[in-house]
């Protein structure tokens, strides 16, 4: 296979010709994006204006607040709910703050089935509407269903393995129709807004919390899937999107739930590689924008958080790229927000920095007086508050909760899940899945009558790459190790490898030996069966990044996600039952080495 090792300089120069393709991206302007909260029509403004007029002040404050709830229905009391609210059930919180929105997840028990989670819907906007006040105001009702490693709501809704993949299959449409029928179950569920997409550019392999969340390590292709899935969202699936972590969250080794992270991006990397996926989802009317809770000296000098930060939220977002939409802040309870000041000051410094709305604050009795009491001060004036509810109101009425926020329960089979849903989902995530080696032409693998051992990560994902193998008449043995093989489990595999014929071995993270594999027994494990001297067949469920890390491997595959939407589709990449078509959409250095890439952007061979 080709090779070749360009400088960090060259890599660079790289990134920033594609950036500057990207920019060319239409600017925003007062009349970008029909779908947006820009220049809204009469009936948005008249509905809008109305309602403003006749809210109180703690009405208006409500609307800032997007927060989780415990509970499987609107109801219940949850005791759950009341160290944090004082209140036990979902609705009661609603009604209390007079709430913005809610967000689901599952250890909330908010997403358990889809006639479950229209209840819960229906139940939460029920309690909204039925307040004793002179405004009716629905909710958000949001969830983080980026797909691919970031899926709050699981089979039988339909699944997709997630933006590296869609990068790694280079289609636009296949990005539109994802986001489409991810939409558009979402709005049968009474799910009106998804955070989504990811618009970082991932130029870090050892980057822990977007990785495989990002579409490309190249700006120009990450700005071309976040605009297609805008679209898809927004146009197609009927409900609002959120392009995430402005100003780009893809250069960082640092989690931003448990620490703070510091971007080193000059301004002008920051025009070429974190800035142009942003300027498309803008151009394409975007919805919302999500903050990010990391530092970016070379914007913002202060210290603070890009949350926090004026000169990015309001001097950079707002002024210079003409953003007009709704601002939201990433979660208030992640460490990297939290680290300067205390939660009730942080709700209020986001909010003068240009936040519009605040994502699940720890604290908020006190966040929500808070804010109350910096707008009977003066801190924020009412006019600035007015602003801010009237970009969520806009929101609101143009993306159909207003005129709709029920959904209708006796439609959601329909929708979700539906077989021609699932058949589309399994021909996109075929045209992703990328044969990164096949030195040895191992693959297509005739395993007709063959003993295939499948070890490595997941439970559920070794059993379903065995099962499709096994549906193509190989015997088939399953012995999984997890992220962090020990010695013994090693040494199990190896032995049940040498009584098979061929041997499918699944990684996942096996480069991070921090967290993830502190043993980096998942190296040990695929270096100990190569051998073995029996064919090995590696697959990355999750970070194309394994490579560098286990290029003794002739034959490797990228699946970018472990949904089983990907699992099943590598099975019938083995077994030959479809042509891999993907290309890495990534560079891969060599492990140790970040000037140097091993296996450059677009590599990927066919049979």
């Not at 001060?377 to 009425?397: F, N, Q, T």
């Not at 098979?500 to 100990?528: I, Y």
């Not at 194309?544 to 949904?563: G, H, K, N, Q």
């Amino acid at each position: 296979m080709s090779r070749f090792a360009p400088t960090r300089r060259a890599l660079i120069a790289g990134v920033a010709a594609a950036g500057a393709l990207a920019c060319a991206v239409p600017a925003a302007s007062a009349e970008a994006g029909g779908t947006g909260p820009e220049n809204p029509p009469a009936a948005v403004n008249g509905w809008v204006t109305s309602t403003l007029a006749r809210m109180t002040l703690q009405e208006k404050v409500g609307q800032l607040f997007v927060q989780q709830v415990y509970g499987s229905d609107a109801t219940t009391p949850d005791q759950r709910n009341v160290p944090l609210y004082g209140v036990a059930s979902p609705a009661e919180v609603v009604q209390k703050y007079h709430l913005g929105g809610i967000i689901y997840f599952a250890w909330t028990d908010s997403v358990k089935n889809p006639d479950q989670i229209t209840g819960l819907s229906n139940g939460l906007q029920k309690a909204a509407l039925s307040q004793d006040s002179k405004v009716q105001v629905p909710l958000q009702i949001a969830v983080d269903q980026e797909q691919g490693v970031v899926t709050r709501i699981g089979p039988p809704a339909t699944q997709f393995p997630g933006s590296m993949a869609l990068g790694a299959g280079r289609s636009t449409a296949d990005a539109r129709t994802a986001a489409a029928i991810t939409g558009q179950e979402l709005k049968a569920m009474g799910v009106n807004t998804d955070f989504a997409p990811d618009a970082d550019v991932n130029v870090n392999p050892l980057n822990p919390v977007i990785g495989t969340r990002s579409f490309s390590s190249h700006p120009d292709l990450v700005a071309d899937m976040v605009a297609a899935q805008v679209n898809g969202y927004q146009q197609d699936g009927g409900v609002a999107a959120s392009a995430k972590h402005f100003p780009g969250h893809g250069d960082t080794a640092t989690d931003s739930h448990v620490a703070f992270p510091i971007i080193t991006h000059t301004r002008e990397q920051w025009e070429q590689i974190d800035a142009p996926p942003f300027k498309a989802a803008i151009a394409q009317g975007i919805d919302m924008i999500m903050t990010a809770h990391l530092s970016f000296p070379a914007l913002d000098d202060s210290g603070n958080p890009a949350t926090l930060s004026k000169p990015i939220l309001t001097g950079l977002l707002r002024q210079e790229l003409g953003y007009k939409g709704v601002i939201v802040t990433d979660a208030l309870n992640m460490q990297g927000v939290r680290d300067l000041y205390g939660d009730p000051e942080v709700a209020v410094r986001a909010l003068e920095a240009g936040a519009d709305q605040l994502l699940m604050t720890p604290a908020m009795d006190e966040a929500y007086a808070a804010v109350i009491g910096a707008v009977q001060s003066g801190r924020i004036p009412m006019a600035d508050l007015d602003a801010k509810v009237r970009r969520v109101l806009e929101l609101k009425y143009k993306r159909g909760m207003v005129a709709q926020p029920y959904a209708d329960p006796a439609a959601v089979s329909s929708v979700v899940g539906t077989p021609e849903h699932l058949a589309t989902a399994d021909a996109v995530t075929d045209r992703t899945t990328t044969l990164v080696k096949n030195d040895d032409k191992t693959l297509p693998m005739a395993v007709g009558g063959k003993k295939v051992l499948v070890t490595g990560y997941g439970v559920s994902t070794t059993q379903i790459l065995a099962d499709g193998l096994a549906a193509k008449g190989a015997t088939t043995t399953v012995q999984q190790t997890g992220t962090s093989p020990t010695d013994a489990q090693v040494a199990a595999a190896v032995a049940a490898a040498k009584a098979s014929d061929a041997v499918v071995v699944t990684t996942m993270k096996a480069w991070d030996t921090t967290v993830t594999d502190k043993r980096a027994g998942q190296q040990k494990l695929v270096n100990a069966l190569i051998d073995t001297g029996k064919p090995v067949v590696v697959v990355a469920t999750r970070d194309p990044y394994d490579i560098a890390y286990v290029d003794r491997a002739s034959t490797y595959l990228a699946t970018y996600s472990y949904s089983p939407v990907a699992i099943e589709s590598a099975a019938r990449v083995i077994t030959g039952d479809v042509s891999p078509s993907g290309k890495l959409p990534v560079d891969i250095p060599v492990a140790g080495h970040p000037d140097t890439v091993l296996y450059p952007f677009g590599h990927g061979l066919g049979y």
